[in-house]
DNA sequence: TAGATTGTTAATCGATTAACAATC
DNA sequence: TAGATTGTTAATCGATTAACAATC
């Protein structure tokens, strides 16, 4: 029992897995421009962020720099994107194509984003069998035995609030293990399957606080 | 100089705001079950927190609870609304019409969590003039000297990642004072204005790095 | 060689968790 | 009164930042 050394092992706290996109973001302008290496100072300096930090975090992708030069940017990309697993793409179901949903069906940068819809479903008759960017609506009912049968392991759920927690049900049934639920609920699940949030109220009450709390600050 | 007591003085720190949302959604639902007093022990159960953390949290919101009884649910959903300014709302401005745009437009929401989009801009002729959800969609022209004129201190930047820079510049330039960024680039804004970045891709790495390294796991 | 930059170990900071007195 | 629950002070934990040796 020790230690039977694996190519990665210590984990990534979720702080760094947030800040990895950014730094693909950047990386990927300055590769536009030609740019082939770039020093943690300078994307510290894009991103308005520590070098140290930086540093700290492109060394769970495992990229190594090189002193003086600083890091290769096609190998950082690929490392970062190796380690969010954005160099594959898992399958996975939309359910509710409303107006959030049908703007997510419509997204092409996904598959960039280890993502492939390949389903999406819907409670709605009058919806389903629609189809919106290539992907077929079906009913409902027909989602954990597909989940089961096409071995699809990510599940969006994009329905309203008191239609969440049933799908999140169905999903799992289903054998999803992954869920990335934009309906305001917190989901119960077990364990073994993995609940990201992507609700917007989050991020709007940072941003309406501050605010207040910013021009109060004026009016002293 | 000797500290000017104010009503509130204690910075939240982003945790606990993002935190605050997720309550309202529990409090909301005890509510309509008629329930009027909830510990802190039970907001815990429900979503998978502390007790100490929930207690802690809701003391920033200055809501005090009774010892033997818990927190009175009206009481506290007020307090927290005032924390996060939901109990105001602040004129928006959104530009950028596309699909996650309009689906924005869509939401009714909104108004519940402080704000209150009254116009919407595009760069797009033919979109221009439209209206959804009874909000008008204006040529992009008019947004600096708009949200100068109307006092509209928030925007929301729904536009593709190469105009997202100017469209903030542009905004700023009209006097806003926060800007909720939906295009995966880090806006470059002067200290004074507040930035709050809802891009999928941040959320979306986490989850399917977590789902890789789980379904890894099991193959061991 | 001198200088810039990496990568790691140590120090600091802030948030979470524990302990416990106060109180209804 | 006894017991449950709050609210606060102290302890722990984890993430950020600092210091610095290694290296190209």
Redesign the pocket.
């Known amino acids: 029992m020790e230690m039977v050394a694996e190519k990665q092992v210590k984990a990534l ?4 897995l947030r ?1 990895l996109p950014r730094y693909i973001e950047i990386l990927k302008r300055l590769k536009s421009e030609k740019i082939e290496f ?5 994307i510290a300096d894009e991103l308005g ?5 930086v ?5 769970a992708t495992g ?9 290769a940017i096609d190998e950082l990309i690929n490392g970062i994107k190796h380690t969010l697993n954005w160099d594959n793409q898992t399958d996975a179901f939309l359910v509710g194509a409303g107006s959030l949903g049908s703007a997510l069906l419509g997204y092409k940068t996904f598959s960039d984003h280890g993502l492939n819809i390949i389903a999406a479903f819907e409670n709605e008759p009058s919806k389903v069998s629609g189809i919106i960017n290539n992907i077929t609506i079906l009913p409902i009912e027909k989602l954990s035995d597909m989940a089961f049968r096409m071995k699809v392991h990510i599940g969006v759920i994009t329905v309203p609030i008191d239609q969440a927690q049933h799908v999140a049900d169905m999903m799992i049934e289903g054998g999803i293990r992954a869920i990335w639920n934009f309906a305001p609920i917190h989901l119960k699940v077990p364990d073994f399957v993995i609940v990201e949030n992507a609700q917007l109220s989050h991020s709007l009450g940072v941003l309406t606080h501050k605010l207040a709390e910013s021009l109060k600050g004026e009016n002293k």
């Open positions: 706290s979720e702080r760094t800040r770039v020093s943690s100072n300078m962020l520590d070098s140290i930090q540093r700290k975090d492109l060394a990229v190594t720099g090189k002193p003086k030069l600083g890091f």
